[in-house]
Each structure stands twice: as structure tokens, then as C-alpha cells.
């Protein structure tokens, strides 16, 4: 169906760099999955509902013992970690929707996606880590929002160019913001006050998240607390450019994710 590969180009890899071998290859099966069931979406194949539909059916397969086309690193991080199969068909219900048109009444229906892509990734990710306190669940759900959010503010002229609003209508018309100001890339003072809405939105996020994080899971949420770091970063330099992602995706140079990496350490 697919096959497995390195996570090593990906913005997980400075996370995931002080991990044991075990978890690492765990991590990059799960990876490897989630990313397929994203680029059946947005990588114009054919029938990406008979895809997905397949994807699910093979991962049924494996959890049931079945035969599956599924990669032999899924099952063994499924199995040595009791990976939740719940989380992994929230990914593909999430990834899912983009097949429609991209469209949201108000921020809890955005909620709803952002839980399937993101946060049931976060919910895999802790198993994988291990965690004593059933509080960080809370820490990996907000996380999961937070880094959610910010991609939206990163790609919000590239989602627009392929006819995809996340922002939900509610908040579209909190602004003054019209759908076809945004479709038609026209930028504006009131697109702009709008992305720093969800700027705060996200940092609220990732501030929720750090003070949910039970002491005891501290340690063993180490890769994660980085990828928070990471991720907080790149939300923060893309306001100091003032939204700026017209014609230009917003990257950390290796610098900077290494001065991320020193204060997740703090």
C-alpha cells in the first residue's frame, strides 16, 4: 500500500532525535501512516474516497490479526505500544473532510477536524513516549490544537489558492472578511488583524498545554515539550513578518530550532 520511510526531512526529526531506536521506529511508522493518509487528500489521486475507504479496511485487517497491505513497522509499533486503533481512524475521518469543500460555521466544527489530524496524532505520539498521569492526555490534545492552528496561519494564502478556508465563517465576518476577498487573494489590514486573532488563538493553545503537563510525565513528554517549542517558534516568527506567507513559506533556519531545542530543556 505503502511503504515505510524516514520521518528524517520532517519537521519531527529535531523532536524525536533523543529518543531510543524502539521509539523512533515506532514514531516514523506512525508518521509514515498519517502522512499517507494526508497525501491521499492532497496529492490529486484518483478515488481518494476508495483510498481512504481501503486504508481503513487494511487497518481493521491489522488490528483484527488479518492479513493486511499494511506496513510490518505499523503493526509492530501498534503492538508493542497497544497504539489505540480509535486514534488512528480519527486521522483518517480528519484528513477525510478536506475532500469537501473546505468550509467552517464556527470555531468548534473547526475543533472537530483539528482533533482527527492533529490531536489523535498527540494521543499516539504519548502512548509511544509513555505517561503515568491520565492528565497529559489534556497536554497532548492542546498541544495537538495549538500546532493545528498554527498551520493554519502558515498556509492560509496556500489553502486559499486550492479554494480551502479553515477559518470558520463566524470569525470570517467578526473581521469584516469576505470569502471572496480571500479566494481572490486580495490581503488586507482586516485579513491581517484576523490571522493575529488566531496567532493569539494558537499561543493560547501552547500555553494551555505547558500548564496541563502533569510534573511526573515531564521527562518522558521531552521530545514533544520540543516539537511545542519548535512549532511556538515558527508561530511567533511568521507575526514578526507581519503574516507575510503570501509567496513566502515561513521556515526556521537550524538555528533556530536548535535555540528551540535549548529552551524545551529550560
Known sequence: MYKSNSFSKSSFKVAFFFLGKRKKRALSAVYDFARYADDIVDENI??????????????????NTQPSKLPAELK???DN??????NFLNIIGGVSKDLELVR????????EYMFGVACSVGLICIDIFGYKNEETKKYA???GYAVQLTNIVRDFWEDAKINRIYIPKEDLERFGTTENEILFLKNSDKINKLL?????LSEFYYQAALQSLPKEDKLKMFPAQIMLSVYRKLLFKIKKQNFNTFNNKIKLTSFEKFISVLKACL
Open 81 to 86: 505500544f497497544h497504539l489505540k486503533q480509535e
Open 141 to 143: 490534545i492542546k498541544l
Open 46 to 63: 484518483k478515488t481518494p474516497q476508495k483510498k481512504l475507504l481501503e486504508l481503513k479496511t487494511e487497518l481493521e485487517s491489522l488490528y
Open 76 to 78: 509492530e509499533a501498534i
Open 104 to 111: 467552517y460555521k464556527n470555531f468548534e466544527s473547526l475543533k
Open 196 to 200: 493575529n486573532c488566531y496567532f493569539t
